[in-house]
């Protein structure tokens, strides 16, 4: 949704309407926007069977990873996925692919210039896509052919700008040109994922294989997961898993350049291994600068949101979004909001009423402890190899990319000089705190 609903227009709401809102996109339907924490809640815990996200995701979401992907499916099949898709998940998991995501950041780092500005968003891309290629199909970057081409195929997918969603709204488009080039990346994304399928059923090292399409092929014989659903899933980790962290990253060093204390802070924290406070500054990151700024739910009975003054009645079919950004951003929520503080979160876990990043209930983000593992592992890659040089220029604005946020440049950084690599064994050892809400 966030092509239609850029943070601007979404504050500019709020502060004309308040914390309830509705935006009518015609043939779309009806958003009644949420700000207010204890409506978020409700719907949080309104549950599945209720507030449909799946119904509410697939119109935008449907076309590119397909229509069982577990973002655009609901209730029991859903759970069913959930239950299937979370096994390398978890934080034990996660913890173990600690040293392959500093290794991928540390190789990518090599490649950066000395005294000259460039965007880092395009570099941590090139990482988290490694990190989840690796992950999800178990392909490294040393297979070099199926690898650049697996790699050049996502990127095109999920290279979706306000010109390549009027598909979305005029489905026949997709057969003009340019939309006709998407399609083409979209069939090439398909053939080199069911190829990838194929190729791991008849791996005779299937069983030993940690990645999670080998765990998929291994569950086939009693999931009853088709090809075509498990190519749902695989693409829609693939693309949920790399393009929302990368940009949370980019975020952190935008904001980290701006303030000098904060980024020598920073650096402490990754010499000494020091991940309370690396784990704050992803936090607060995440806060300021939220990469998903709304998530919606379509209702499937009538609803009544608040009690008394404040019972708001919604009708079945309509569509709430709690606005995430809006209560990140709040005063209500934060004292002085706009200001990049991770202090705020040391030594505290954040409130899951108002840190809201990777939404809630029972939808909440699948790869959260994953992200938040490598965003700080990332960090700590980097900032243990590299000095960065702060700067005073304006800070960059939010420009819609695909579902996420993005720096409107690239989170441009330079690098002042390269320091003497040394591996932060602590920052790769443990999940996040604040992974778990
Ligand atoms: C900073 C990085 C990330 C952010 C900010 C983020 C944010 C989100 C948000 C806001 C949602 C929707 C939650 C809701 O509707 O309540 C979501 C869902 C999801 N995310 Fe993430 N995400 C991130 C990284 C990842 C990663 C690394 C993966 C996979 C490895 C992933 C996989 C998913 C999946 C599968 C869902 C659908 C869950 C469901 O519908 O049950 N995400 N994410």
Redesign the pocket.
């Known amino acids: 949704m966030a092509a239609f609903q850029l943070p601007r227009f979404m504050e500019y709401c709020q502060r004309r309407y308040g914390d309830r809102f509705t935006v009518r996109m015609g043939s779309m339907g009806t958003f009644v926007y949420l700000a207010d924490p204890d409506d978020i809640r409700a719907v949080?815990r309104g549950g599945g069977a209720v507030f449909h996200?799946?119904e509410a995701n697939a119109p935008f979401l449907a076309r590119v990873l397909g229509p069982s992907s577990?973002?655009c499916t609901d209730e029991e099949v859903?759970a069913r996925q959930?239950r299937h898709?979370s096994g390398p998940?978890h934080g034990g998991s996660i913890a173990g692919l600690a040293p392959l995501m500093a290794e991928v950041a540390a190789e990518e780092v090599r490649s950066w210039p000395v005294g000259r500005a460039f965007a880092v968003l395009p570099h941590m891309r090139r990482v988290t896509l490694d990190v989840?290629l690796r992950?999800?199909i178990g392909v490294s970057a040393q297979e070099t052919d199926r690898a650049t081409e697996l790699r050049r195929t996502l990127a095109a997918l999920v290279d979706i700008d306000l010109l390549n969603m009027a598909p979305f709204l005029f489905p026949a488009l997709t057969k003009v040109w340019p939309w006709s080039r998407y399609e083409a990346v979209q069939e090439r994304a398909d053939r080199l994922v069911r190829a990838e399928i194929e190729r791991c059923r008849d791996d005779p090292g299937l069983g030993e294989r940690p990645d999670v399409l080998a765990m998929l092929v291994r569950q086939s014989a009693t999931s009853a997961m088709t090809a075509d659903e498990m190519r749902d899933q695989l693409l829609?980790?693939l693309l949920?898993?790399?393009e929302?962290?990368a940009?949370?990253l980019a975020w952190t060093f935008e904001r980290l350049v701006r303030h000098p204390e904060a980024l020598e802070r920073a650096q402490q924290a990754a010499r000494e291994a020091d991940t309370e406070y690396l784990d704050a500054l992803v936090t607060e990151s995440?806060r300021v600068r939220?990469?998903?700024p709304d998530?919606t739910r379509r209702l499937v009975a009538d609803v009544t949101l608040g009690e008394g003054d404040r019972a708001l009645r919604l009708p079945a079919g309509i569509n709430v979004d709690p606005a995430?950004y809006l209560v990140m951003r709040s005063p209500r929520s934060y004292p002085d909001p706009l200001a990049f503080r991770p202090e705020r979160f040391l030594g505290k876990r954040p409130d899951p009423a108002v840190w809201l990043?990777?939404?809630?209930?029972?939808?909440?983000?699948?790869?959260?402890a994953?992200?938040l593992t490598?965003?700080r592992v990332v960090l700590a890659t980097v900032l243990t190899r590299v000095e960065l040089a702060t700067t005073t220029t304006k800070g960059e604005r939010a420009r819609v990319r695909t579902v996420t946020l993005v720096p409107h440049r690239g989170a441009r950084l330079t690098v002042r000089r390269r320091l003497a690599p040394t591996l932060p064994p602590a920052a790769a050892a443990s999940t996040p705190s604040t992974a778990v809400s």
């Not at 990043?357 to 959260?368: H, K, S, T």
């Open positions: 949080f996200a799946g577990v973002l859903h959930r898709l998940f989840i992950t999800v829609t980790l949920a898993g790399h929302t962290t940009s949370g995440l939220p990469v998903v998530i995430i990043p990777f939404g809630g209930g029972d939808r909440r983000c699948l790869g959260a994953f992200a490598e965003m």
